[in-house]
């Protein structure tokens, strides 16, 4: 049985910084790319960043593009998602994945398991 579990969640203000993490149990954490999502009210899930399963590729959505960081550990099944400079429109439930592959990818339908999410609240 896959599990992810995040934490790391928080209310901070504009221009603050979280670090998110999700820890992996289930599978061979290293053989698979890892990717976090977010969804906002009243919105679709959208990709935010992944990182391939060494570690050495990763991906990110042009709106966090600078201002977020993806990393694992395999060696702690860890994933990680450091934001900085954080706006009000980051806000959301952020979702932990494992992809069905090794290597990144932006699309919903290419993770098969799923963390139940951390709330991120960004005040202005």
């Known amino acids: 049985q896959v599990q992810l579990v995040e934490s790391g969640g928080g209310l901070v203000q504009a221009g603050g910084s979280l670090r998110l993490s999700c820890v992996a149990s289930g599978r061979t954490f290293s053989n698979y790319a890892m990717g976090w999502f977010r969804q906002a009210p009243g919105r679709e899930r959208e990709f935010v960043a992944a990182?391939?399963?060494?570690?050495?590729?990763?991906d990110y959505a042009d709106s966090v593009k600078g201002r977020f960081t993806i990393s694992r550990d395999n060696a702690k099944n860890m994933v990680y998602l450091q934001m900085n400079s954080l706006r009000p429109e980051d806000t959301a439930v952020y979702y932990c994945a494992s992809a069905t592959k090794g290597f990144t990818t932006a699309q919903v339908t290419g993770y098969a398991y799923w963390g139940q999410g951390t709330q991120v609240t960004v005040s202005s």
């Open positions: 990182v391939s399963y060494s570690g050495r590729n990763t």
